[in-house]
């Protein structure tokens, strides 16, 4: 399985950005799936991004328009760029690897899940 480290997270205003970093423990198939998951105190674990392997990529509604996801497949790394933070995004971020993103939204990884990077959005 594919171990995943993740990193970048912080202590931000609302307004403010974060770049978090993802990196994969072995390369990476072709048609592999990487997504950033993130979990708020008490509530599930949600998938917020994914990206394929040729670039495409999928956002949650709550975080459109505001983060962007990218990956480098030749360092199997992804990235996830956080604009115009709120609170609500307070969360420990995560990323994994699966190769649909339907299944991805209901946890169907194959990846071992990380320690998460704390985020947390506050004035």
């Known amino acids: 399985q594919v171990q995943l480290v993740e990193s970048g997270g912080g202590l931000v205003q609302p307004g403010d950005s974060l770049r978090l970093s993802c990196a994969a423990s072995?390369?990476?198939?072709?048609?592999?799936?990487m997504g950033w998951y993130r979990q708020a105190p008490g509530k599930q674990r949600e998938l917020v991004a994914a990206?394929?392997?040729?670039?495409?990529?999928d956002y949650a509604d709550s975080v459109k328009g505001r983060f962007t996801v990218s990956r480098v497949n030749a360092e199997n790394r992804m990235f996830l760029q956080m604009n115009s933070l709120k609170p609500e995004d307070t969360a420990v971020y995560y990323c994994?690897?699966?190769?649909?993103?339907?299944?991805?939204?209901?946890?169907?990884?194959?990846?071992?899940w990380g320690q998460g990077t704390q985020v947390t959005v506050s004035s």
């Open positions: 072995q390369t990476l198939f072709s048609r592999s799936i």
């Open positions: 990206v394929t392997s040729d670039g495409s990529t």
């Open positions: 994994n690897v699966g190769i649909s993103i339907p299944d991805m939204k209901y946890g169907a990884v194959f990846g071992f």
